[in-house]
């Protein structure tokens, strides 16, 4: 479904074009924490087989 956005105003434009920058970020934010995250738990088992789960990434997106 496309979206309409004819006749919203350039102001609240400007402000959805903001939130869905600071969503990008913060998405990626958490997919860096949850890999840093995993490799710490790894490390801690004795798994030095620190590559990231692909599954926690595509989870986040």
């Known amino acids: 479904m496309k979206k309409n956005f004819d006749r919203v105003p350039p102001r609240e434009m400007r402000w959805l074009k903001q939130r869905e ?22 490390l801690s088992c004795r798994n030095y087989d620190a590559r990231p789960n692909r599954e926690v990434v595509n989870k986040i997106w």
């Open 21 to 42: 920058e600071e969503n990008g970020k913060l998405k990626k934010l958490v997919v860096d924490l949850s890999i840093d995250k995993e490799m710490r738990q790894g």
